[in-house]
C-alpha cells in the first residue's frame, strides 16, 4: 500500500498597512519655505539668511514660492506638526497646494531620526518632496531616506552636546555667584557688571511686596486673603515681573509689556513665601520665614479639620509644653425638660493638638484669665512696632558704580580736548573712592527694631474690636500659655515676643516672674479666679 500523498500547505499571505508611495512629479510643483529659529541663535541662523537661501533655491530650479512658513523661539526638538507655523501645511487640506518642503538646513526642520522618517513617509505617501539646501539632498530619488535618517542622528548628537555644554555653562556661572540668564525669584533682579555679566541683586518693589506679605502672614492672614489684596492692588505676579524687567533691561516702554497672568495663585505664593532663597538673599530673616511657614502649616491644619474660621483668641492661647497653639472644640448638648421640651447647650473648649498635654479647658474659663493677665501685666508699658530690616552688604550699591564708572571710562576716547580727558579721569576716580568705602563699610545684619510709639496697650486695645486686637498679639508674637494639669492645678503665663528685652524694658519689675527660658511671665497665683470659677493653684504648687 503506497503511503498517501502529503497535502500542500495554503498560506494566507500577509500584506503591509504601509500607505503606498506615490511618486513625486514636476507638474504644478509649488515651493514651501520653512524657517525656524530657536531662543538661541546665531546670524548664520537668523530668518534673513533662511530667506534668501529657500528664495535662491526656488528661483534658480524656477518652482514658484506658495508660502513662506515661519516659526521663531521653536526648539528644534519638537515635533514638525506641532509647530505652530507648520501643523497647518502638513495636512490633507492645507491653505494652499504646495509638493516641494524647502529648508536651508536639514536641522531647521528636524533633530530626531523618528521624526525625520515619519515626515519622509507622510511626504512620499502624497507625492511630496524634502529639499534640503546645504545638505544637497532631494527626497524624490532613492538615496535621501538613508542620509535624511544619517543626518538627522548627527543633528541629534549635536543638540545633545549643545545641552551638555549650555548646563555646564549655567553651573559654572552659578559657582562663581554669576546670573546665566535663567530664571530668578521673585525679590531679585540682574544687575549688569562694568566688565560684563550679570549678577542677582535686590529688586526694590518685589521686596516691598514680600515684606508686607509677610506682615500680613505673620498677622494670620490666609493665602486667600494675601491673593486677594495682591490682585485688588494690581500687583504683577512673578512671571510677569520678570517679564517687565526683561524688557526694562532692553530698554522698552514697560506699557508695552504683554502680562501673562492677571492673577496670583495659592500654591505659588505659599511656594514663594517659604523658598530658602528669600533667607540667603536677605529679604527674610530665618526666624521671620519658620514663623510665615508655622503659620501658614496652622492655616492648612485648621482648614483640613474644617475649623479655620479664626475666633477671638485663635493662635494666641499656646501649649506650655509643645507651643502649639490650641484647637477650638463645640459641643452641643439638648436636654428635655420635665414638661417635654428641649433646649439646647453650646459648649466651647480649648485643647492641645497632640491631647498629651492635658484635658480640655472651657472658654469661659481661660479667655477671661488671658485679657485679665495681659492687662495686670502691659497694661501701662508703651507700645513699639516691630520692624524688620534685611540685611546688606551693598552689593547692588557697589555694582551701580561700577557699572557708572564703566560708562564713564567710555567716554574717555570721545574727549575733544585734555581738559575734558581730566575731568573724566577725576569723576573716575571720584567714584572709585566711593566703591573703596563702600567695600570697607561693614556688612549690616540687618534684624529687628522697635519703634517707640506715644500710646500704652491699654490705649492701643482700647480702640480695638476684639478680632483686631488677637491680629494684633499674632502680629508682634504674642502668646497666652495655659494649661489645665491632671491634677487640677493651672499652668499660665503670657509668652514674650522675640527681642521683647528691647521691645518692653518697663518689664523689668516682672524679671522675677519670667520663667528659665526667659520667654514667659508665670502669672497663675495672681490672677482672680473666682471671676471664672476656678480653684487657685495651692500655695507652694509648681508654676512653671
Request: aromatic share 8%.
Amino acid at each position: 500500500m503506497s503511503a498517501p500523498t502529503p497535502r500542500k500547505r495554503r498560506l494566507k499571505k500577509q500584506t503591509s498597512n504601509r500607505p503606498p508611495v506615490v511618486p513625486f512629479t514636476p507638474d504644478n510643483d509649488a515651493a514651501l519655505c520653512y524657517l525656524r529659529q530657536s531662543h538661541f541663535s546665531d546670524e548664520s541662523t537668523s530668518t534673513e539668511v533662511q530667506t534668501r537661501d529657500t528664495h535662491r533655491w526656488a528661483s534658480a530650479y524656477d518652482v514658484p514660492i506658495t508660502e513662506t512658513v515661519e516659526d521663531l523661539h521653536v526648539s528644534g526638538d519638537l515635533e514638525p506638526y506641532k509647530r505652530d507655523g507648520l501643523k497647518v501645511w502638513l495636512s490633507d487640506a492645507p491653505p494652499k497646494p504646495w509638493k516641494t518642503l524647502v529648508v536651508s538646513k536639514l536641522d531647521r526642520l528636524v533633530r530626531n531620526v523618528m521624526d525625520a522618517l515619519a515626515l519622509l513617509e507622510w511626504l512620499r505617501a502624497r507625492g511630496k518632496r524634502l529639499v534640503s539646501i546645504a545638505e544637497g539632498i532631494d527626497s524624490s530619488n532613492s538615496m535621501s531616506e538613508f542620509m535624511i535618517t544619517l543626518i538627522a542622528a548627527f543633528a541629534r548628537m549635536e543638540r545633545e552636546r549643545m545641552r551638555e555644554r549650555f548646563r555646564d555653562s549655567k553651573a559654572a556661572l552659578k559657582e562663581a555667584g554669576r546670573w546665566a540668564g535663567e530664571g530668578h525669584i521673585y525679590g531679585t533682579m540682574p544687575v549688569e557688571l562694568p566688565k560684563g555679566g550679570w549678577i542677582l541683586g535686590l529688586d526694590p518693589y518685589a521686596v516691598k511686596i514680600l515684606h508686607t506679605l509677610s506682615k500680613m502672614a505673620r498677622a494670620g492672614k490666609s493665602l486667600t486673603e494675601m491673593c486677594d489684596w495682591l490682585t485688588e492692588n494690581k500687583v504683577v505676579t512673578p512671571r510677569d515681573r520678570q517679564l517687565q524687567l526683561g524688557a526694562e533691561r532692553r530698554g522698552e516702554d514697560l506699557t508695552t509689556v504683554e502680562l501673562k497672568e492677571k492673577t496670583w495663585r495659592l500654591t505659588s505664593l505659599r511656594r514663594l513665601l517659604v523658598d530658602p532663597a528669600l533667607v540667603d538673599f536677605g529679604i527674610f530673616e530665618p526666624a521671620e520665614q519658620a514663623d510665615i511657614s508655622a503659620r501658614l502649616e496652622e492655616k492648612a491644619r485648621r482648614k483640613a479639620r474644617g475649623s479655620n474660621q479664626p475666633y477671638q483668641f485663635s493662635g494666641v492661647l499656646v501649649c506650655p509644653e509643645c507651643l502649639e497653639p490650641l484647637w477650638h472644640r463645640i459641643a452641643t448638648n439638648t436636654r428635655t425638660r420635665k414638661d417635654g421640651s428641649k433646649s439646647e447647650y453650646v459648649y466651647r473648649y480649648w485643647r492641645c493638638p497632640s491631647r498629651k498635654h492635658g484635658p480640655s479647658m472651657r472658654a469661659e474659663e481661660i479667655e477671661p484669665l488671658a485679657e485679665q493677665a495681659f492687662y495686670r501685666i502691659f497694661a501701662m508699658v508703651p507700645v513699639r512696632e516691630r520692624i524688620v530690616l534685611p540685611p546688606t552688604n551693598h552689593a547692588n550699591d557697589i555694582a551701580k558704580l561700577e557699572r557708572e564708572h564703566g560708562k564713564l571710562m567710555s567716554g574717555i576716547a570721545r574727549a575733544k580736548s585734555p581738559e575734558a580727558r581730566r575731568q573724566i579721569m577725576d569723576d573716575g576716580d571720584k567714584i572709585l573712592a566711593d566703591i573703596d568705602m563702600l567695600r570697607a563699610l561693614p556688612a549690616d545684619p540687618g534684624g529687628v527694631q522697635w519703634v517707640p510709639t506715644d500710646r500704652t496697650w491699654q490705649q492701643e486695645l482700647a480702640v480695638m474690636t476684639p478680632e483686631d486686637r488677637r491680629l494684633r498679639w499674632l502680629e508682634l508674637g504674642f502668646a497666652f500659655a495655659v494649661q489645665k494639669r491632671p491634677d487640677g492645678t493651672w499652668s499660665a503665663g503670657w509668652r514674650l515676643p522675640d527681642g521683647w528685652q528691647e521691645a518692653m524694658p518697663e518689664l523689668a519689675e516682672w524679671r522675677d516672674r519670667i520663667g528659665t527660658t526667659g520667654e514667659t511671665v508665670e502669672v497663675t497665683d495672681l490672677l482672680d479666679w473666682t471671676r471664672v470659677g476656678l480653684t487657685e493653684p495651692k500655695h507652694g504648687q509648681d508654676q512653671s
